[in-house]
Structures are given as C-alpha cells and as structure tokens.
C-alpha cells in the first residue's frame, strides 16, 4: 500500500513520516537548512505480512504544488495532516482540492502538534475538519491526535495500527493491464547506469523485460528492479518501483516521462478530457493558457471547450487539450490544470480520448465517441466501446485505449475481427458495416450504369465515391470482407459488382496480346501511343482506344495521357517508392533512372489511386496499404 501525505507547509508531515516508519525523506542539503520539504520524499515501512508500507512524503509550500500532484498520483491512501496549533491552512485547502480532482477516496487525517494546543483548541479544530470534509468523499475519515516529536506518542501508534489494517483490507490492483510507471526521478549509478523510480499505475514488470520511453519512443531492457525498496525479480501495480534501464541515458528521462509496455508507447499532442472547473476559478475560453499536471508530468497546453464556447466556474464540460509537445496518457487518467502563472489550481478532470480529433472536434459524431469513452471509463466494458466506435478500433488503438491487449479483452462473439494489412486486426460492429456495405454496393452499381465499358474503380477511387471521410483501416478491411463474401470482385486494380465484365472482342484480344508485352518490355520507360501505333503500323487511334480499355480492365495503367504502364512493372516501382525513407521527385528518379518529369508523374498517379499521400514535397505509402490493395 502507498499513503501520501498533504497538508500546509510546516504542520508536520516530515516529521510524522519518520515517527510512523523511522526514515527522514528530508535528503536534500537545501531541505535540512530551510527546515522544509522541496522535492518528494519516500519512506518504507515492513509489514507484518511481509508487505510494505510506503510513504511518499510532499512539500506543502504553495510554490511546490506541482511537486505535490505528481507525490499523490497513484497513491492508494491519502493522509491529511493538519496542525493543532495553525487550524486548517491555504494549502490544507488546495491539497484536498488537489486530492479529490486525482480521484483519491480513501483517507485518513493527523492533527499533529497536539502538544501545542489546549483541548478546547483541538475539539475545535476537529469541528473545522469535519465540516471540511464534510461534502468530500473524505466525509467521517478518523482523526488521530498525534505528537510526533514526543518518542513512543500513543496517537502515532495508533495512527499505524490504522494503516497496517487498511493495507490488509485494500483490494489487489489490476495486474492483467500492459506496464506503466509515471517516472518522477531520474538518476545514475556507477557501473549500473540509468535507474528510474515511480509507483506502477498498471500490469507488471520482470527482470529482462523490454519497455519503452513515452514520449520519446526509445527502447530498454529491465536489468534489475527494486519494489517498495527491496530488491525483487519482479514488481506490480501499486508498489513503488526503481527500475535500472538499459538502453537509455539519463539525459532521455525526466520527471513526468513514462516508461511502458511498448504497445502502450504512442502520444499525442492533443487530449479530449472532462474537466470541472473548481467554484473560484476564472471562465474557460477557448485557447486559454493552462498548467497541466498528469502523472507525474507537468505540461503547458491550451484549452478549447467542446460542449459550449466558454466552461464557467463551478461546471463540469468536455474540453481538448492542446499541448505543446507530444504526451502519454490513457483514458482514465487523472489531471489537474493551474492557471497561466501557476499560482492557482483551476480544476481538474479525467482523460477520456488520448488521441483527440484535430478537426471536427465538435461534431455530434466525435461528441457521441467521447459519450461512449466516458462510459468505458467508468464500467470497464470493452465490448461496448467497439460497439460505439462508428468506425471499428484496430487492434493497436484497442489496446492503447484499454491498456491490454485484444486478445486478452472478453469482446461479444458478435463483434466482427477484419484483417488488415502488416497483421492488425479491425473490431467493429456489424451495425456500423450493414450501411457502409449497401453504399458501396450501390455506387458501384451507379459506376456501371454510368461507364459500362470500365472495369470499375479503383479501391480509393470507390473509397471517395463511398466515403471519403472513413479511415483507411475501417476501407481496407471492408473491401478485404466484401471480396471474401463475393459481394464484388476484382480485377486488375478495379473493383465491381460479380455481374459486370468488359469484354474484349477476339479481334481486340488479339491485338492486345501484342501490344502487352511491349509495354512489359519497356519496364519504367515504356514506349507511348504514337511509338506504339508506328512500331505495330497501327492506327493510334486504335491503338489508344483499346489501352484505355486494358486500363478499365486492370490490365494496364494509364499513368498520364498517352502512357500506359504494364501492372507488372508498375508493381516493382511501387515497391521502390515503399523503400525509400523519403520518397520525393529527386530521390525516386535516382533510384529508378527516370527523368525528373517521368519521376513526379508516377508519384503523382501513386497518390491519385491512393497507394501514397503527398506531404509538401513527399510521397508517403498509406499505412496499412499494399500496392495491390491500392
């Protein structure tokens, strides 16, 4: 079990640690000289059965709040201390504020300095902690009267007595979830190397596991571990866990970095959360400047209210967060947001979307997706969220949202499981593809009533006739169903309904039979209309007719007018554009011997049939797009 402690600076909170567990976390030269705490302390307590007590000990001065939010963070109890003789305080205030935004529920509070303040005194301070937490979920926590500084005080013993037994009755956290651990201190050890502490928030980590750093994305090997200060072969959610890492510098890791199950590691910069703004705080507007505090993390972001254009005082709203530079989160995760100077709590909230929407944000479909987000956040039902989801969940975003992996989830029988391309797999409901299925099914019936002679469209073609907004992943696995099921064939690059061919008079097959091999022949050069018509003595208006017929039929390309491509050979170009870390105008003429025009009018019919996308002057293959798919 971890306890954090809060409350004012100076009422106790160092001291009443060392009396409950005999460690001084005041380590820093600057912390004994000043008399308080800066940076967060921990200390470690054996239990009888053999479990460990920690202690994260916080600073309660105002200008350490954001050390504060980052100590409480994961904490299983929280420990209110207050001092007799000061009565509740500012920061008494705001650390139970702090305490109730983070989602903590269990409590327990010290009023300390006992020996300071007569009896009339305490019972009144007593009064004003019940009245304090009385609307809290804090409301009847025991108080225990404590003298810390005084050696073997009764309220100090009866202050852990209380502790050991709610560390025997707390339930165990989920261990099924992939590993994270919120870093909140970083350092080196001569001849170990990088080691990273923090409290386990999911799952569970072993010696010689392989995690990953989120943000930043670099990988490390697990060389040794120590939970809740004790060498372990293993550590869990809920222990505090020091991690030696190799693989990773120091220099990488910072407070508020996380280290994760590699399938966990994807960020974001933008963050769909419901906030609720605290009474005294000023209206949300949108773009307004925030300090944000997730994990261990502290970030700067802006706000952009999604339910109204201004989120008032006191109110609870959806809101996306903009930050500055890419973040880890899950839905779930607790936040609190200060103010532009960091002077003053705000509110705080709940992370619903970790991958918010950078437009239509305030559609009524992505509002619906946040509704459904919400609801998993609270009932755990995975089954429900893939329901929701108008799109389907690949497998990848499904674990990065549930932190397991799919597999793993109890998902309905009645949830359907498309393959994608590169092995991931689409969730969806069926609900969501029936409507989707009778659109495509019907354009495709409009394009021939339209061009009898043409084979079909292309996937992406008939992607943008269907649904041009639909993700690549939900249309690849649509079309990959409907051909399983016979619903339409394929031919060539061109998709079409089982009815329908373009057929080729002997005449024209014979003369294609010729005309197709020279194009092969021609490899990444091939010869053009005229060339065509004068080699064979041909007319070229015959000769051009019938390629664009080939073309319809998925036996040729026509890349730009007059210049047709054998697929064979257009194939081996796509697999070169896919080789290229950078695939621009000067890079894949290089590596196909073309002409600076011949390169860019190739790339630019890649991205006409959706196999690449233009990004200024790159040409990037679609994720989860094949050359044949495209």
């Known amino acids: ?113 006992t020996d300071r303040a ?7 301070v007593e009064s004003d902690i019940a009245a304090l937490l009385a609307d809290t979920p804090f409301a009847g926590s025991p108080v225990f009267r404590t003298a810390a500084t005084n050696p073997g005080d009764p309220g100090v013993a009866a202050l852990l ?37 923090g409290t386990a928030l999911a799952g569970s980590v072993a010696v010689g596991d392989v995690l990953a750093l989120a943000p930043g994305g670099g990988q490390a090997r697990v060389r040794a571990i120590h939970a809740q200060s004790r060498a372990a072969q293993s550590g869990h959610a809920g222990q505090r866990l020091a991690l ?30 419901d906030l609720t703004l605290l009474a005294d705080a000023q209206p949300l507007k949108a773009w307004t400047p925030l300090h944000v505090h997730i994990g261990a993390a502290h970030r700067t972001a802006h706000a952009v209210p999604l339910d109204a254009d201004v989120l008032e005082p006191g109110r609870r709203g959806r809101v996306q967060l903009v930050f500055d530079a890419p973040l880890h989160a899950v839905p779930g995760d607790r936040f609190v947001v200060r103010n532009a100077a960091a002077t003053h709590t705000l509110g705080g909230g709940v992370v619903l979307d970790p991958f918010g929407a950078a437009r239509k944000r305030r559609s009524a479909a992505r509002l ?39 597999d793993a989830l109890a998902l309905p029988d009645t949830i359907l499981r498309l393959p994608l391309a590169g092995g991931d797999t689409l969730f969806i409901a069926p609900a969501a593809l029936a409507p ?23 996937t992406y073609r008939l992607k943008r006739m269907v649904a041009p907004d639909l993700p690549d992943t939900l249309w690849s696995g649509l079309v990959a169903r409907m051909l399983g099921a016979g619903a339409i064939r394929k031919t060539g690059h061109s998709l079409h309904l089982p009815a329908h061919t373009v057929a080729l008079s002997p005449a024209e097959e014979a003369l294609a039979a010729r005309l197709l091999p020279a194009l092969e022949a021609g490899r990444y050069d091939p010869p053009w209309v005229r060339d065509l018509a004068r080699d064979f003595g041909l007319p070229e208006l015959d000769v051009r007719a019938l390629l664009r017929k080939l073309a319809r039929a998925g036996q040729a390309n026509q890349v730009v007018p007059d210049l047709f491509y054998h697929p064979a050979r257009l194939a081996e170009l796509a697999h070169i554009v896919a080789g290229l870390a950078d695939a621009q105008a000067a890079s894949f ?41 495209a």
């Open 436 to 458: 989707l299925e009778a659109r495509a099914l019907a354009s495709l019936a409009d394009f021939h009533a339209r061009q009898p002679d043409d084979a079909g469209p292309e």
């Open 244 to 273: 030696n890492l190799a693989g990773i510098a120091k220099d990488d890791v910072e407070r508020g970095s996380w280290v994760v199950d590699p399938a966990m590691a994807a960020c974001s910069e933008r963050v769909d959360a």
């Open 589 to 629: 003429r290089d590596a196909t011997g073309l002409g600076r025009k011949r390169a860019i009018q190739i790339l630019e019919f890649f991205d006409r049939v959706g196999y690449t996308r233009r990004v200024r002057n790159s040409h990037l293959v679609r994720p989860n797009v094949s050359w044949q798919s």
């Open 161 to 197: 007595a209380h502790l050991r037994g709610l560390a025997r009755a707390l339930p165990a956290r989920d261990a099924s979830r992939l590993f994270r651990l919120g870093v909140d201190r970083v350092f080196t050890l001569t001849g170990q190397g990088t080691v990273v502490t």
């Open 118 to 124: 007569d009896a009339d005194r305490i019972a009144q």
């Open 1 to 113: 079990m971890i306890v954090g402690t809060a409350g004012h600076i100076d009422h106790g909170k160092t001291t009443l640690t060392r009396a409950l567990t005999g460690v001084d976390t005041d380590r820093l030269k600057e912390e004994k000289a000043r008399g308080i705490s800066i940076e967060l302390g921990y200390a470690y307590l054996p239990l009888d059965d053999g479990t460990t007590l920690g202690v994260i000990d916080v600073p309660g001065h105002e200008k350490f709040i954001r050390t504060m939010a980052s100590g409480v963070t994961g904490i299983d109890v929280a420990l209110l201390v207050i001092a007799a003789d000061d009565g509740i305080m500012p920061q008494t205030r705001e650390h139970l504020a702090i305490l109730q935004i983070l989602g903590v529920k269990r409590g327990v509070v010290a009023l300390t300095k």
């Open 368 to 406: 619906a997706w946040l509704d459904a987000l919400a609801h998993y956040v609270d009932d755990g039902d995975a089954g429900a969220l893939v329901a929701a989801s108008p799109a389907g969940l690949a497998a990848s975003d499904l674990t990065r949202l549930t932190q397991a992996r799919a």
